[in-house]
């Protein structure tokens, strides 16, 4: 297929009844978000330690867990990713507490596996927390992260504000469990004593030095001045940051761990626990074949901001009924009240959008910006409300920019480097710096309000995208796989507030990309690409990082170019007969290196929003060719 108009006609039409065929009676969209077993394997631990389990539930983990390990016996972050000793440790215990006697040859392979990887000691230490509370690891091997950071305030070094909003969320109340140390037991004969390796040369540097220092503060007999009061003051942190949901941040680690710190202090019976606990369940999945498993976070708000431009692009009128029940879910769904973000922002007005249904602590910078381009392509009944919501939500990420001309995800100006230097963050990023793909978003969404370069704002955004660019023309993806990602979100950006396609940023940029198109037409780019540069746009084509790459060179003035018509007809060589894409791959990022998620949305919104950007392209370019 070559991508002619007529054939995108047809695969844009399908694609579209696809997507509205999949939109919820209150006008939002959500897509499943699946990441890897330590979720349920982490669930099986938290059940066990809060007294809940539930055998029916352990035995629809227990075959998920089986359905997802590897035949050489290992556990992954991302389908076709290598075996993660982490991953495959936690699903490990959590079969063995399930059933110690069940499922032992596949046990075996994972215990050989694990003991070749370097056994305990090489695991992350959320892994060996969790191991600690199960009584299968020495809690004075594990890094220490006081509750006296409490007491630190915010315009002081070595803050809890210093940290990423995901990270404070799951630091503070680990603080309270580090410091207690509480272990449920397990039966006889679940452990894991036969994973024990050698131990690992004690890290060096000034962090470790401190580290052993505090570990020998925690061991010490007599009083802790001010631990009292640093407990508390976390306590109280936890109540007050719990969602209306029943969750803590969105997220699944900073959720567990609170529930965790509620028991740990005796408070299982107070109403923020319940809550707690009986909200994971709207993130739980039972599949047809007798499985359970856990959604670290859900996306509605992100999933139907992009369906409304999705769909837009394809066409649908601005007041057409779906687009406007999208619409005014939207707007509902912009927190009007305060955050976090308030610590490094005290005199912004509230405004942002969450990812999640309910996230009023943290309103994030991304969700902001997309959301802001679908409320401005639909028409609503109550444009006065519609236009108050433009207007807040505008000021608001405006006054999130960074010093450094870029916007991170939940944060403005969290630059801090000790974070992720101490011996506890062996896992993801801690910290929240501005990133390229934000960054690209929001100036994509400025563009769209009228703004250029003669503005200061974007002004000192252009100039951070600049800088930011790679040797080799890419910009790097910090939410989504990888350079495709944030190539695709950087070049739409820097197009919509004025910047030329015969810029060579952008020409280099794009070059990248069409040196990296697959055989098949397509694009992928596998997620070991952010642990070794040879992966960089590299791997199996699919739906959504083709589209990355087609809205990229659309933007860049190379929609008739060969390299886009194989774009275009790869998407519409391998779309459904009922009109959506299949990916099984991981094309969403958690944390860079450590945890990947495939959103159940992205095979859908992004290859429809591309083709419609790409066929509205090619009709204004024959346009233009008729008129002149």
Not at 70 to 98: C, M, N, R
């Amino acid at each position: 297929m070559s991508g002619r108009d007529w054939d995108v006609d047809n695969v844009v039409r399908r694609a579209t009844e696809a997507l509205l065929a999949r939109q919820r009676p209150d006008g939002a969209w959500w897509g499943l978000l699946s990441t890897n077993v330590a979720m349920e394997a982490e669930y099986v631990f938290l059940a066990h330690a809060l007294g809940r389990r539930n055998p029916d539930r352990e035995q629809r983990i227990r075959r998920h867990l089986l359905a997802c390990q590897h035949p050489d016996g290992y556990w992954t972050l991302y389908p076709g990713g290598p075996g993660d000793v982490s991953v495959t440790t936690e699903a490990y215990q959590a079969l063995k507490l399930i059933d110690p006697e069940a499922d032992r040859p596949r046990l075996e392979r994972a215990r050989d596996f694990i003991r070749a990887a370097g056994g305990l000691e090489a695991t992350r230490v959320f892994t060996r927390l969790w191991l600690a509370l199960l009584g299968q690891y020495p809690w004075d091997a594990l890094p220490v992260v006081p509750p006296e950071i409490m007491l630190v305030p915010p315009w002081l070094p070595f803050n809890l504000y210093d940290f990423a909003s995901w990270a404070r969320a799951t630091i503070v109340p680990l603080t309270v469990v580090l410091a207690r140390r509480p272990v449920f037991p397990i039966p006889p004969g679940a452990g894991v004593e036969e994973l024990r390796g050698p131990h690992r040369p004690p890290p060096r540097g000034v962090f470790a030095r401190i580290d052993r220092w505090l570990k020998a503060y925690q061991r010490w007999p007599g009083p802790h001045p001010g631990r009292a009061r640093a407990e508390a003051r976390a306590i109280a942190w936890i109540l007050a940051h719990q969602e209306r949901d029943g969750s803590w941040g969105g997220i699944q680690p900073p959720w567990f761990y609170a529930l965790l710190a509620l028991k740990t202090v005796g408070l299982e019976r107070h109403p923020a626990f319940e809550r707690g606990w009986q909200g994971l369940e709207a993130f739980g999945v039972d599949t047809e074949d007798g499985r359970w498993w856990l959604q670290a976070c859900v996306s509605p708000t992100w999933d139907t901001a992009l369906a409304v431009l999705a769909l837009r692009a394809a066409g649908l009128a601005a007041d057409h009924p779906a687009l406007v029940r999208a619409g005014q879910w939207l707007v509902a769904q912009q927190v009007t009240t305060g955050g976090d973000w308030q610590i490094r922002r005290p005199h912004a007005p509230p405004g942002g959008f969450p990812f999640e249904f309910v996230n009023d602590h943290y309103p994030d910078v991304d969700d902001t910006a997309v959301v802001l381009m679908a409320l401005a392509q639909v028409a609503l009944p109550d444009a006065q409300r519609r236009k108050t919501a433009l207007t807040r939500g505008f000021r608001w990420m405006v006054a999130m920019q960074s010093k450094n001309g870029g916007w991170g995800a939940f944060d403005a100006d969290n630059f801090a480097t000790w974070p992720s230097r101490i011996p506890f963050s062996d896992f993801g990023w801690v910290t929240d710096p501005p990133t390229e793909d934000v960054t690209g978003h929001v100036l994509e969404c400025l563009g769209g309000f009228g703004y250029d370069t003669a503005w200061p704002v974007v002004a000192r955004a252009v100039s951070y995208l600049r800088r930011a660019q790679t040797p080799e023309g890419p910009w790097f993806g910090r939410w989504g796989v990888n350079y495709l990602y944030g190539t695709g979100a950087v070049v739409p950006g820097l197009v919509a507030v004025g910047v030329p396609p015969e810029d060579p940023a952008i020409r280099r940029a794009l070059e990248w990309v069409v040196a990296r198109q697959n055989p098949d037409g397509g694009f992928g780019e596998d997620c070991r690409s952010y642990l070794d540069p040879a992966w960089r746009g590299r791997g199996p084509s699919t739906p959504s990082q083709t589209a990355w790459a087609l809205m990229a060179l659309v933007a860049g003035g190379q929609a008739d170019t060969p390299a886009a018509r194989r774009a275009v007809a790869y998407l519409a060589r391998t779309q459904r007969p009922d009109g959506s894409w299949d990916e099984p791959q991981y094309t969403g990022t958690g944390f860079p290196g450590d945890f990947y998620i495939n959103y159940g949305l992205y095979r859908q919104v992004f290859p429809l929003l591309a083709l419609g950007r790409w066929r509205a392209s090619r009709a204004a370019a024959r346009e233009e060719a008729a008129s002149g």
